[in-house]
């Protein structure tokens, strides 16, 4: 099942927030993109265009905007736009990619 199929089969989700003082504000774009109607779509103009809304009121009461980001470029993209706490990867991918990188070091010698 792709991410697209998953998001789609998820189903819905309640969130319930108390909030007492927030250090950080987080954004999930995956769960953002499916609030919006454009599952798994997160560079989808609707999904960027809310999360640039959100980082910016963020930025107007001095609390800091977070989140997760697929690729380099996208975590470089949102810092420049004032995200300050950025999850980048899944920890799946992040470790199999660095045993990729030493069996390929491994087979070269």
């Known amino acids: 099942m ?42 989808h103009p609707l999904v960027v265009e809310t999360i640039t809304r959100i980082v910016g009121r963020c930025a107007e009461k001095g609390v800091c905007a977070g989140l997760f980001c697929c690729t380099p470029e996208s975590a470089r993209h949102w810092m420049g736009q004032g995200a300050r706490f950025i999850l980048y990867g899944i920890d799946t991918g992040l470790f199999t990619a660095a045993c990729r990188a030493a069996v390929k070091e491994l087979k070269e010698g």
């Open 2 to 43: 792709d991410r697209f199929e998953y998001f789609s089969a998820a189903g819905e989700v309640v969130v319930v927030l108390q909030i007492d003082g927030a250090d950080v504000i987080f954004v999930g774009p995956y769960d953002l993109s499916q609030s919006l109607g454009v599952v798994g779509q997160v560079e």
